[in-house]
Protein backbone atom coordinates (compact mmCIF):
# COMPACT_ATOMS: atom_id res chain seq x y z
CA UNK A 1 0.00 0.00 0.00
CA UNK A 2 2.97 2.27 0.91
CA UNK A 3 5.77 3.04 -1.20
CA UNK A 4 8.89 0.73 0.51
CA UNK A 5 11.05 4.29 2.40
CA UNK A 6 7.71 4.75 4.20
CA UNK A 7 6.73 1.19 4.63
CA UNK A 8 9.91 0.74 6.51
CA UNK A 9 9.62 3.99 8.70
CA UNK A 10 5.97 2.72 9.78
CA UNK A 11 7.48 -0.55 10.61
CA UNK A 12 10.43 0.55 12.48
CA UNK A 13 8.28 2.96 14.71
CA UNK A 14 5.61 0.66 15.42
CA UNK A 15 8.70 -1.24 17.10
CA UNK A 16 8.65 1.89 20.31
CA UNK A 17 6.49 0.76 22.90
CA UNK A 18 2.97 2.18 23.09
CA UNK A 19 2.84 2.97 19.13
CA UNK A 20 0.42 0.40 16.98
CA UNK A 21 0.64 0.55 13.56
CA UNK A 22 -2.07 3.02 13.62
CA UNK A 23 0.11 5.74 15.20
CA UNK A 24 3.23 4.30 13.36
CA UNK A 25 1.37 5.91 10.36
CA UNK A 26 0.27 9.62 12.18
CA UNK A 27 4.39 9.99 12.97
CA UNK A 28 5.51 8.61 9.57
CA UNK A 29 2.82 11.38 8.06
CA UNK A 30 4.24 13.69 10.34
CA UNK A 31 8.06 13.15 9.68
CA UNK A 32 6.76 13.37 5.76
CA UNK A 33 4.81 16.60 6.22
CA UNK A 34 7.67 18.29 8.70
CA UNK A 35 10.92 20.22 7.75
CA UNK A 36 13.68 18.23 6.25
CA UNK A 37 16.07 19.70 8.93
CA UNK A 38 13.56 18.79 11.93
CA UNK A 39 13.25 14.81 10.90
CA UNK A 40 17.41 15.18 10.07
CA UNK A 41 17.24 16.26 14.00
CA UNK A 42 15.32 13.76 15.17
CA UNK A 43 17.33 10.80 13.21
CA UNK A 44 20.74 12.29 14.35
CA UNK A 45 19.45 12.70 17.91
CA UNK A 46 18.64 9.02 17.79
CA UNK A 47 22.61 8.46 16.16
CA UNK A 48 23.75 10.14 18.83
CA UNK A 49 22.50 8.91 21.80
CA UNK A 50 23.15 5.25 21.02
CA UNK A 51 26.76 6.09 20.32
CA UNK A 52 27.58 8.72 22.66
CA UNK A 53 25.72 7.02 26.20
CA UNK A 54 27.34 4.46 28.24
CA UNK A 55 26.70 3.48 31.53
CA UNK A 56 28.62 5.38 34.33
CA UNK A 57 31.79 2.79 35.61
CA UNK A 58 30.81 3.71 39.12
CA UNK A 59 26.91 3.47 39.24
CA UNK A 60 25.47 1.97 35.55
CA UNK A 61 23.25 5.42 35.60
CA UNK A 62 23.69 6.80 31.73
CA UNK A 63 26.40 9.01 31.20
CA UNK A 64 28.32 10.57 28.09
CA UNK A 65 31.59 9.96 29.46
CA UNK A 66 33.07 7.30 31.97
CA UNK A 67 31.53 8.87 34.57
CA UNK A 68 27.62 10.02 35.69
CA UNK A 69 27.08 13.89 36.58
CA UNK A 70 25.71 12.54 39.36
CA UNK A 71 29.44 10.48 40.32
CA UNK A 72 31.26 13.59 39.03
CA UNK A 73 29.76 15.79 41.61
CA UNK A 74 31.70 16.06 44.58
CA UNK A 75 28.96 17.85 46.47
CA UNK A 76 27.00 14.50 46.28
CA UNK A 77 27.33 12.64 49.81
CA UNK A 78 29.72 9.52 48.92
CA UNK A 79 28.47 7.53 52.12
CA UNK A 80 24.91 7.52 51.03
CA UNK A 81 23.59 5.12 47.97
CA UNK A 82 20.27 4.85 47.10
CA UNK A 83 19.61 1.82 44.29
CA UNK A 84 17.32 1.85 41.60
CA UNK A 85 15.81 -0.91 39.02
CA UNK A 86 16.09 1.93 35.70
CA UNK A 87 18.64 5.10 35.07
CA UNK A 88 14.85 6.72 34.50
CA UNK A 89 14.81 5.51 38.54
CA UNK A 90 17.20 8.31 38.51
CA UNK A 91 15.66 11.07 36.92
CA UNK A 92 12.19 10.94 39.01
CA UNK A 93 14.15 10.91 42.14
CA UNK A 94 15.93 14.02 41.36
CA UNK A 95 13.21 15.89 40.96
CA UNK A 96 12.08 15.54 44.31
CA UNK A 97 15.12 17.08 45.02
CA UNK A 98 14.58 14.76 48.46
CA UNK A 99 18.34 12.91 48.01
CA UNK A 100 21.82 14.18 48.10
CA UNK A 101 23.44 11.23 47.67
CA UNK A 102 25.05 8.74 44.52
CA UNK A 103 23.20 5.95 42.87
CA UNK A 104 23.62 2.60 41.85
CA UNK A 105 21.79 1.38 38.75
CA UNK A 106 20.79 -2.52 39.16
CA UNK A 107 19.58 -2.66 35.56
CA UNK A 108 16.48 -4.40 36.51
CA UNK A 109 14.64 -6.26 38.71
CA UNK A 110 15.30 -10.12 39.72
CA UNK A 111 12.62 -12.16 38.19
CA UNK A 112 13.15 -16.13 37.50
CA UNK A 113 10.39 -16.04 35.54
CA UNK A 114 11.68 -13.64 32.79
CA UNK A 115 14.94 -14.99 33.54
CA UNK A 116 17.04 -12.38 35.28
CA UNK A 117 18.83 -13.79 37.95
CA UNK A 118 21.08 -12.40 40.64
CA UNK A 119 23.84 -12.55 37.95
CA UNK A 120 21.95 -10.52 35.33
CA UNK A 121 21.76 -7.38 37.69
CA UNK A 122 24.83 -5.05 38.99
CA UNK A 123 24.86 -6.67 42.39
CA UNK A 124 28.17 -7.83 42.66
CA UNK A 125 29.26 -3.89 41.90
CA UNK A 126 27.23 -2.91 44.52
CA UNK A 127 28.59 -5.19 46.93
CA UNK A 128 31.46 -3.94 45.77
CA UNK A 129 30.77 -0.48 46.87
CA UNK A 130 29.62 -1.15 49.68
CA UNK A 131 32.39 -3.01 50.93
CA UNK A 132 35.30 -0.68 49.74
CA UNK A 133 37.25 0.18 52.95
CA UNK A 134 38.79 2.98 50.89
CA UNK A 135 35.48 4.92 50.45
CA UNK A 136 32.90 3.71 53.36
CA UNK A 137 29.46 3.85 53.36
CA UNK A 138 27.08 4.74 55.72
CA UNK A 139 23.15 3.87 54.36
CA UNK A 140 22.05 1.94 51.08
CA UNK A 141 18.52 3.01 50.24
CA UNK A 142 16.66 0.51 48.71
CA UNK A 143 14.35 2.52 46.14
CA UNK A 144 13.51 -0.60 43.95
CA UNK A 145 9.21 -1.06 42.70
CA UNK A 146 7.23 -1.83 45.28
CA UNK A 147 6.02 -5.01 42.85
CA UNK A 148 6.70 -8.04 43.14
CA UNK A 149 9.72 -7.96 41.57
CA UNK A 150 11.36 -4.99 42.91
CA UNK A 151 10.42 -6.43 46.51
CA UNK A 152 12.41 -9.57 45.79
CA UNK A 153 14.96 -7.70 44.50
CA UNK A 154 15.24 -5.69 47.57
CA UNK A 155 15.32 -8.02 50.13
CA UNK A 156 17.59 -10.11 48.07
CA UNK A 157 19.98 -6.89 48.49
CA UNK A 158 18.99 -6.14 52.14
CA UNK A 159 20.45 -9.85 53.23
CA UNK A 160 23.70 -8.91 51.10
CA UNK A 161 24.33 -6.26 52.49
CA UNK A 162 23.74 -7.29 55.72
CA UNK A 163 26.16 -10.50 55.71
CA UNK A 164 29.28 -8.30 53.71
CA UNK A 165 28.71 -5.30 55.50
CA UNK A 166 26.80 -5.73 58.83
CA UNK A 167 27.44 -1.54 59.48
CA UNK A 168 25.40 0.02 56.82
CA UNK A 169 22.12 0.90 57.37
CA UNK A 170 20.02 -0.31 54.66
CA UNK A 171 16.77 1.87 54.37
CA UNK A 172 13.63 0.58 51.96
CA UNK A 173 11.66 3.89 50.23
CA UNK A 174 8.24 4.33 52.08
CA UNK A 175 4.74 2.78 50.73
CA UNK A 176 1.34 3.89 51.63
CA UNK A 177 -1.02 6.40 50.26
CA UNK A 178 0.19 8.80 47.00
CA UNK A 179 -0.08 12.57 48.01
CA UNK A 180 -3.67 13.76 47.09
CA UNK A 181 -5.45 9.96 46.68
CA UNK A 182 -8.69 8.47 48.34
CA UNK A 183 -8.89 6.13 50.79
CA UNK A 184 -12.03 5.11 49.28
CA UNK A 185 -10.34 4.43 46.56
CA UNK A 186 -6.81 3.23 47.35
CA UNK A 187 -6.78 -0.67 46.95
CA UNK A 188 -5.97 -2.61 50.83
CA UNK A 189 -1.80 -3.63 50.03
CA UNK A 190 -1.39 0.01 49.98
CA UNK A 191 -3.89 0.97 52.52
CA UNK A 192 -2.38 -1.86 54.73
CA UNK A 193 1.76 -0.61 54.42
CA UNK A 194 0.31 2.85 55.18
CA UNK A 195 -0.93 1.20 58.47
CA UNK A 196 1.75 -0.49 59.17
CA UNK A 197 4.10 2.63 58.06
CA UNK A 198 2.12 5.03 59.90
CA UNK A 199 4.66 7.76 61.91
CA UNK A 200 3.82 9.81 64.94
CA UNK A 201 2.50 13.38 63.78
CA UNK B 1 19.33 16.16 34.85
CA UNK B 2 19.57 14.40 31.74
CA UNK B 3 23.00 13.79 29.87
CA UNK B 4 23.14 16.66 26.67
CA UNK B 5 22.73 13.64 24.14
CA UNK B 6 19.81 12.08 25.91
CA UNK B 7 18.28 15.23 26.19
CA UNK B 8 18.36 16.34 23.10
CA UNK B 9 16.59 12.97 21.51
CA UNK B 10 13.73 14.01 24.31
CA UNK B 11 13.23 17.16 22.76
CA UNK B 12 13.46 16.33 19.03
CA UNK B 13 10.77 13.19 20.58
CA UNK B 14 8.74 15.55 22.03
CA UNK B 15 8.51 17.52 18.88
CA UNK B 16 6.05 14.36 16.99
CA UNK B 17 2.36 14.62 17.89
CA UNK B 18 0.52 13.50 21.15
CA UNK B 19 4.44 12.71 22.47
CA UNK B 20 4.54 14.63 25.55
CA UNK B 21 7.81 14.92 28.00
CA UNK B 22 6.64 11.94 29.28
CA UNK B 23 6.20 9.77 26.48
CA UNK B 24 9.34 11.44 24.52
CA UNK B 25 11.90 10.40 27.73
CA UNK B 26 9.83 6.91 28.15
CA UNK B 27 10.50 6.44 24.22
CA UNK B 28 14.21 7.32 24.85
CA UNK B 29 15.05 5.46 27.48
CA UNK B 30 13.43 2.29 25.20
CA UNK B 31 16.06 3.50 22.82
CA UNK B 32 18.91 3.06 24.68
CA UNK B 33 18.22 -0.26 25.97
CA UNK B 34 17.34 -1.54 22.90
CA UNK B 35 20.53 -2.38 20.62
CA UNK B 36 22.29 -0.05 18.23
CA UNK B 37 20.74 -2.39 15.08
CA UNK B 38 17.58 -1.33 15.71
CA UNK B 39 17.97 2.62 17.04
CA UNK B 40 20.16 3.00 14.21
CA UNK B 41 17.29 1.04 11.74
CA UNK B 42 14.79 4.12 12.76
CA UNK B 43 17.19 6.52 12.09
CA UNK B 44 18.39 5.14 8.91
CA UNK B 45 14.42 5.14 7.91
CA UNK B 46 13.94 8.85 8.77
CA UNK B 47 16.14 9.72 6.52
CA UNK B 48 15.29 7.75 3.83
CA UNK B 49 11.73 8.99 3.95
CA UNK B 50 13.33 12.25 3.53
CA UNK B 51 15.41 12.11 0.88
CA UNK B 52 13.72 9.31 -1.46
CA UNK B 53 10.00 10.48 -0.82
CA UNK B 54 8.20 13.11 -2.82
CA UNK B 55 4.91 13.71 -4.65
CA UNK B 56 4.06 12.22 -7.86
CA UNK B 57 3.92 14.70 -10.30
CA UNK B 58 0.92 13.90 -11.33
CA UNK B 59 -1.09 13.50 -8.52
CA UNK B 60 0.78 14.28 -5.50
CA UNK B 61 0.51 11.04 -3.55
CA UNK B 62 3.40 10.23 -2.00
CA UNK B 63 6.33 8.41 -4.49
CA UNK B 64 9.15 7.22 -4.27
CA UNK B 65 9.92 8.12 -7.83
CA UNK B 66 8.27 10.93 -10.76
CA UNK B 67 5.04 9.33 -10.42
CA UNK B 68 3.48 7.09 -7.51
CA UNK B 69 2.84 3.34 -7.82
CA UNK B 70 -1.01 4.18 -8.66
CA UNK B 71 -0.77 6.51 -11.20
CA UNK B 72 1.79 3.36 -12.89
CA UNK B 73 -0.29 1.10 -12.81
CA UNK B 74 -2.74 0.85 -16.08
CA UNK B 75 -4.77 -1.42 -14.86
CA UNK B 76 -6.33 1.75 -12.96
CA UNK B 77 -9.24 3.39 -14.60
CA UNK B 78 -7.86 7.08 -15.88
CA UNK B 79 -10.94 8.16 -16.32
CA UNK B 80 -12.32 8.03 -12.54
CA UNK B 81 -10.27 10.53 -10.42
CA UNK B 82 -11.02 10.73 -6.44
CA UNK B 83 -9.76 14.14 -4.66
CA UNK B 84 -8.36 13.54 -1.15
CA UNK B 85 -7.06 16.23 1.47
CA UNK B 86 -3.79 13.81 2.42
CA UNK B 87 -1.99 11.07 1.06
CA UNK B 88 -2.94 9.38 4.56
CA UNK B 89 -6.58 9.56 2.82
CA UNK B 90 -5.29 7.67 -0.29
CA UNK B 91 -4.39 4.79 2.43
CA UNK B 92 -7.50 4.98 3.96
CA UNK B 93 -9.19 4.66 0.60
CA UNK B 94 -7.29 1.71 -1.08
CA UNK B 95 -7.89 -0.26 1.90
CA UNK B 96 -11.78 -0.49 1.17
CA UNK B 97 -10.61 -1.57 -2.35
CA UNK B 98 -13.85 -0.11 -3.60
CA UNK B 99 -12.22 2.03 -5.85
CA UNK B 100 -10.42 1.56 -8.91
CA UNK B 101 -9.62 4.80 -10.21
CA UNK B 102 -6.83 7.22 -10.20
CA UNK B 103 -6.29 10.20 -6.98
CA UNK B 104 -5.59 14.06 -6.87
CA UNK B 105 -4.41 14.99 -3.39
CA UNK B 106 -4.58 18.67 -2.94
CA UNK B 107 -2.45 18.68 0.39
CA UNK B 108 -5.12 20.13 2.29
CA UNK B 109 -8.81 21.90 2.60
CA UNK B 110 -9.75 25.18 2.34
CA UNK B 111 -9.35 27.48 5.74
CA UNK B 112 -9.27 31.08 5.28
CA UNK B 113 -8.33 31.38 8.66
CA UNK B 114 -5.31 29.24 8.62
CA UNK B 115 -4.39 31.25 5.62
CA UNK B 116 -5.07 28.15 3.68
CA UNK B 117 -6.47 29.69 0.21
CA UNK B 118 -7.20 28.04 -2.97
CA UNK B 119 -3.84 28.91 -4.64
CA UNK B 120 -2.30 26.74 -1.37
CA UNK B 121 -3.96 23.29 -2.46
CA UNK B 122 -3.17 21.54 -6.14
CA UNK B 123 -6.63 23.05 -7.41
CA UNK B 124 -4.99 24.20 -10.96
CA UNK B 125 -3.26 21.18 -11.41
CA UNK B 126 -6.67 19.13 -11.18
CA UNK B 127 -8.54 21.52 -13.14
CA UNK B 128 -5.57 20.98 -15.86
CA UNK B 129 -6.24 17.41 -15.36
CA UNK B 130 -10.36 17.33 -15.66
CA UNK B 131 -9.96 19.90 -19.07
CA UNK B 132 -6.94 17.71 -20.67
CA UNK B 133 -8.65 16.50 -24.21
CA UNK B 134 -5.79 14.08 -24.64
CA UNK B 135 -7.03 12.15 -21.71
CA UNK B 136 -10.50 12.46 -21.08
CA UNK B 137 -11.87 12.63 -17.64
CA UNK B 138 -15.76 10.73 -16.61
CA UNK B 139 -16.49 11.46 -12.98
CA UNK B 140 -14.78 13.04 -10.17
CA UNK B 141 -15.22 12.02 -6.42
CA UNK B 142 -14.69 13.94 -4.09
CA UNK B 143 -13.38 12.71 -1.52
CA UNK B 144 -12.56 15.60 1.74
CA UNK B 145 -13.55 15.01 4.86
CA UNK B 146 -16.89 15.14 5.92
CA UNK B 147 -16.04 18.71 8.16
CA UNK B 148 -16.64 22.61 7.58
CA UNK B 149 -13.12 23.06 5.73
CA UNK B 150 -13.92 19.95 3.87
CA UNK B 151 -16.91 20.30 2.90
CA UNK B 152 -16.40 24.11 1.94
CA UNK B 153 -13.41 22.75 -0.34
CA UNK B 154 -15.98 20.45 -2.07
CA UNK B 155 -17.98 22.79 -3.07
CA UNK B 156 -15.28 25.20 -4.43
CA UNK B 157 -14.41 21.85 -6.83
CA UNK B 158 -17.52 20.96 -7.88
CA UNK B 159 -18.13 24.68 -8.94
CA UNK B 160 -14.98 24.94 -10.60
CA UNK B 161 -15.36 21.89 -12.63
CA UNK B 162 -18.92 22.54 -13.72
CA UNK B 163 -18.07 26.12 -15.27
CA UNK B 164 -13.98 24.92 -16.62
CA UNK B 165 -16.05 20.80 -17.92
CA UNK B 166 -19.34 20.84 -17.87
CA UNK B 167 -19.71 17.04 -19.06
CA UNK B 168 -17.71 15.55 -16.33
CA UNK B 169 -19.94 14.22 -13.49
CA UNK B 170 -19.26 15.31 -10.05
CA UNK B 171 -19.97 12.73 -7.32
CA UNK B 172 -19.41 13.45 -3.28
CA UNK B 173 -18.52 10.84 -0.77
CA UNK B 174 -22.28 9.62 1.19
CA UNK B 175 -22.57 11.44 4.36
CA UNK B 176 -24.33 8.98 7.46
CA UNK B 177 -24.18 6.90 10.26
CA UNK B 178 -20.65 4.88 10.30
CA UNK B 179 -21.40 1.54 10.41
CA UNK B 180 -22.19 -0.93 13.51
CA UNK B 181 -23.36 2.83 14.82
CA UNK B 182 -26.01 3.44 17.38
CA UNK B 183 -29.06 6.13 16.74
CA UNK B 184 -29.56 6.66 20.18
CA UNK B 185 -25.86 8.07 20.43
CA UNK B 186 -25.18 9.62 16.81
CA UNK B 187 -25.14 13.19 16.61
CA UNK B 188 -28.22 15.29 14.66
CA UNK B 189 -25.89 16.07 11.87
CA UNK B 190 -24.93 13.00 10.85
CA UNK B 191 -28.49 11.21 11.42
CA UNK B 192 -29.82 14.20 9.55
CA UNK B 193 -27.70 13.22 6.80
CA UNK B 194 -28.40 9.88 7.05
CA UNK B 195 -32.22 10.92 6.24
CA UNK B 196 -31.14 12.96 3.27
CA UNK B 197 -29.17 10.39 1.56
CA UNK B 198 -31.40 7.38 2.56
CA UNK B 199 -31.84 5.09 -0.25
CA UNK B 200 -34.18 2.34 -1.90
CA UNK B 201 -33.79 -1.24 0.27
Same mark, same amino acid.
Given at each position: ????????????????????????????????????????? /???????????????????? /???????? $??????????? #?????????? #?? #?????????????????????????????? /??? /???????????? %??????????????????? $???? #?? %???????????????????????????????????? %???
Amino acid at each position: MHAPPVQRLITELSKLPGVGGRTAQRLAFHLLRSSDEDAFA /LAEAIREVKLKITLCEVCFN /LADGPRCR $ICQDARRDPEL #ICVVEEPADV #IS #IERTHEFGGRYHVLGGALSPIDGIDPEDLK /LEE /LYARVTDAAHPV %REVVIATNPTTTGEATALH $IAGG #IR %RLAPDVVVTRLASGLPVGADLEYADELTLGRAFAGR %RAV
